[in-house]
């Protein structure tokens, strides 16, 4: 699951917020990767490194595999789950850079400082279905890119192909597609800041989320800075934060909201709440963390 959301102020400070929802132990951290890292992709042979140093919530899985995250030049991007609808090349492509769904993140951080260099440049990738060792999976994900400029996509790689989509509502949640859901919060046009008789706010299902999500990024508060952004967005993911317990799949586990991350991409700084923990954490992109030439975990 998941949802994520693009919130700016009226300051003109953008953010990137995601909810992290998953019954999967994923037990993520802040990592912090320098300027000059080499990745060893999941795709056998490939490598890449980072030209950017970027900050990210992130596992040692025999190598750092990332979430979401921000780099030095204020472009963000984050992970979601995209189930029954991303299909990914089998084979490897030796004209383009062959990478597994993983491993965008990474790649996406250490290498693109705007959503329009991520158009431009994703078109170099071929996704290659390959096992994740953590999850044992080929993981089916799609991606939201957001830069301090607050320009925002989406990138789905479905049997059609891969497909770029410009996000004007700076919502994103799970399957189905980017555009079936664009076409669904058109039936919700009659939505409004005032209060019915009568409300039903609906589920945890991807579809009554992006609609939850996309009406309260609309009309909550954008006054004030980073603080009162913050403060805003807090309060939106809290609507659809899954507690654990109240979304049992098939097999009986648990989807929950493992942790909230929140990129402030004028600010460089990412605030990362966990589930047993209400408390915010917060490290900064500073010019001396810039410096390090070796991975930090906080």
């Known amino acids: 699951m998941c949802t994520a959301i693009t919130f700016t102020t009226d300051e003109d400070i953008n953010f990137l917020a995601r909810t992290m929802d998953f019954s999967f132990e994923l037990d993520a951290s802040l990592v912090y990767v320098p300027r000059n890292h080499g990745f060893n992709s999941l795709v056998p042979g490939t490598k890449f490194s980072t030209k950017y140093g970027f900050l990210?919530?992130?596992?040692?899985?025999?190598?750092?595999?990332?979430?979401?995250?921000?780099?030095e030049k204020g472009f963000s991007i984050a992970s979601l789950y995209f189930e029954k609808n991303a299909k990914y090349n089998k084979k490897p492509d030796p004209r383009l850079l062959n990478i597994s769904s993983t491993d965008v993140v990474s790649w996406a951080l250490g290498n693109i400082s705007s959503v329009t260099e991520f158009e431009q440049k994703y078109q170099k990738l071929n996704i290659v279905d390959v096992i994740n060792p953590l999850l044992q999976v080929n993981v089916p994900l799609h991606w939201i890119v957001s830069d301090k400029s607050d320009n925002t996509g989406v990138l789905e790689i479905t049997k059609e192909g891969p497909k770029f989509y410009h996000n004007l509502v700076g919502t994103m949640t799970n399957s189905p597609?980017?555009?079936?859901?664009?076409?669904?919060?058109?039936?919700?046009?009659?939505?409004?800041?005032?209060?019915?008789?009568?409300?039903?706010?609906?589920?945890?299902?991807?579809?009554?989320?992006?609609?939850?999500?996309?009406?309260?990024?609309?009309?909550?508060?954008?006054?004030?800075?980073?603080?009162?952004?913050?403060?805003?967005?807090?309060?939106?993911?809290?609507?659809?934060?899954?507690?654990?317990?109240?979304?049992?799949?098939?097999?009986?586990?648990?989807?929950?909201?493992?942790?909230?991350?929140?990129?402030?991409?004028?600010?460089?700084?990412?605030?990362?709440?966990?589930?047993?923990?209400?408390?915010?954490?917060?490290?900064?992109?500073?010019?001396?963390?810039?410096?390090?030439?070796?991975?930090?975990?906080?």
Do not use: C
């Open 177 to 298: 597609k980017f555009s079936w859901h664009m076409d669904n919060l058109n039936h919700y046009t009659n939505l409004q800041p005032i209060e019915f008789e009568q409300k039903k706010y609906g589920d945890y299902t991807s579809a009554s989320r992006f609609v939850r999500a996309a009406f309260l990024r609309e009309y909550s508060n954008h006054e004030g800075g980073a603080k009162e952004g913050l403060t805003s967005i807090l309060h939106i993911l809290n609507s659809v934060d899954i507690p654990k317990g109240v979304k049992i799949a098939q097999k009986g586990v648990s989807d929950y909201t493992q942790y909230k991350g929140i990129m402030d991409l004028n600010n460089l700084n990412y605030y990362l709440m966990r589930y047993n923990n209400t408390e915010l954490t917060r490290v900064r992109l500073t010019d001396k963390l810039l410096n390090q030439s070796k991975v930090k975990v906080f």
């Open 56 to 71: 990210g919530a992130g596992k040692d899985v025999d190598g750092y595999i990332f979430a979401d995250g921000l780099n």
